[in-house]
């Protein structure tokens, strides 16, 4: 099983997650995206497009992650020169959480491995220090979740250090009955990029397993079935997703149209959205700056000979 979710299940479900990066402009409905357009739609300058790419740390150290080890990552894409051939993305995957708060449901980061984190005050932890690193090195950063109640390092990586720790409820790390509050958490309070959304909590918490008893978590009846496609419950999986990305554009951009008036700390390259008036408020780095008049046409992710004409550096929206 442990194999199987490495090589099938986790790298099936992260495909769900890439529609969710943050970078997300506000959309403009399509009656069928999939409908034929009776023009090319390539590139005429034989630049095709990429998926975002970078470096995700499962692949390399599981759960036994850390800062340093991330960071040392995201040193060797800038050094070795694959950042500037588009490898940008530093992703942290399981294992950085503690626990969710109890008081406040606030998820509380392990300081013990990410001591950047431990910046106290009543949010207690914060990531904001850790992207803005990655930021300054030029790269975005990603995070972890799950759409369930519980991550997948919760059923399979049971003797790891680094799972979350304390009530059932505080163990409860998903996204379910929080997804506004982690969604705004990761991108505005904490400056990332990009999210990977994982479905073993809608999988593997299955009533009166061994899993649930053991562990004391709270059971979900699978909404998705491993092995059994025909037994997954298509329409509830797609609405907790439809429902996170929904809760990604509303944070990413307040409101389709609205004029963006102030400055965001974190998130893409400039020209990702169409409304940004030439007089919205930018931030690079310290600098303050506006958004170039030649970006206010660029829509979504705009194409290689606009975004030349922008800052590259700079972060746009509200």
Known sequence: MRLHRQSTWRYGVAAAAIGLLAAQACARPAADPLAPAGHWEGSARAGAGTPPMGWNSWNAFRTEVDEEKVIGAARVLVDSGLAK???TYVNLDDGWWRQRRAADGR???RTGIFPSAAT????GTSFRPFT???HAMGLKAGIYTDIGRNACSQAYDLDSPNLPEGTTAEREVGLDGHVVQDINLYFREWGFDY???DACGLADFVPGSELVKRHD???LAPLIERGAINRTDIAAVRGRYEAAAAALQARTWATCGAPAATSRRAGPACCTISTARPSARCTRGPATGTIPTSCTSATGRSTPRTRSKCAPTFRCGP
């Open 132 to 134: 803005d690193r990655l």
């Open 195 to 197: 999210i990977k959304i």
């Open 107 to 109: 998820l509380q980061i």
């Open 85 to 87: 051939l588009g490898y």
């Open 120 to 123: 106290g005050g009543p949010d």
């Open 217 to 219: 978590y709270r059971a």
